[in-house]
């Protein structure tokens, strides 16, 4: 897999893999004879997988991500859930960005807007959009909805004037 950077725990770099872009997370490592020898990181690849993806040139290329025809980066990603280990499918860095800073997958109603320039794919140019909803509701079950969706996002209503909400009454 290549060279490994071996020290204390807390003083192994955290750095992206070459092929995946993955944190690289330490190991420990223990020898045939069952005695603790310390704390390692690999330098460049988060595995082996990776490690051969990047002996191959064709899926070394595919790896380093591309952009698409209406300019959003596109990264590829192992997919992990694949009988083939060098399977890749294609995800917009921009989700990827947005999912990283949620710690969590999407979910099918959420969408990532840029704030100004496609290219860049910092948090802080992201906006988190829903279109979970749906036309003709009865008033009573947009109220549930709104309940189902703060508690979704772990939102209380006492927060909502701390977010930028003027007022919480429609009749004032």
């Not at 399977?87 to 997958?105: I, N, W």
Request: positive net charge; proline residues 5%; hydrophobic residues 30%.
């Amino acid at each position: 897999m290549g060279k490994n950077i071996w020290g204390k725990l807390e003083n192994l770099p955290r750095n992206p893999c070459k092929t995946c872009g993955e944190i690289i997370e330490p190991r420990h490592h223990v020898n045939k004879a069952g005695k603790y020898k310390g704390w390692y990181v690999p330098e460049a690849y988060c595995s082996n997988k990776c490690a051969g993806i990047a002996q191959i040139p064709a899926l070394r290329a595919k790896a380093k991500g591309s952009v698409d025809k209406h300019g959003y980066k596109l990264l590829s990603r192992l997919n992990s859930n694949s009988a083939n280990g060098n399977k890749m499918y294609q995800q917009p860095a921009h989700r990827a960005a947005m999912e990283k800073a949620l710690g969590r997958p999407l979910t099918r109603y959420e969408t990532v807007h840029h704030k100004y320039d496609k290219s860049d794919n910092k948090i802080e140019s992201l906006e988190l959009w829903s279109n979970r909803h749906s036309k003709g509701q009865r008033v009573s079950d947009k109220i549930d909805f709104a309940t189902s969706l703060l508690q979704e996002y772990s939102v209380k209503p006492c927060c909502l004037l701390a977010m930028g909400f003027s007022t919480l009454n429609s009749g004032d």
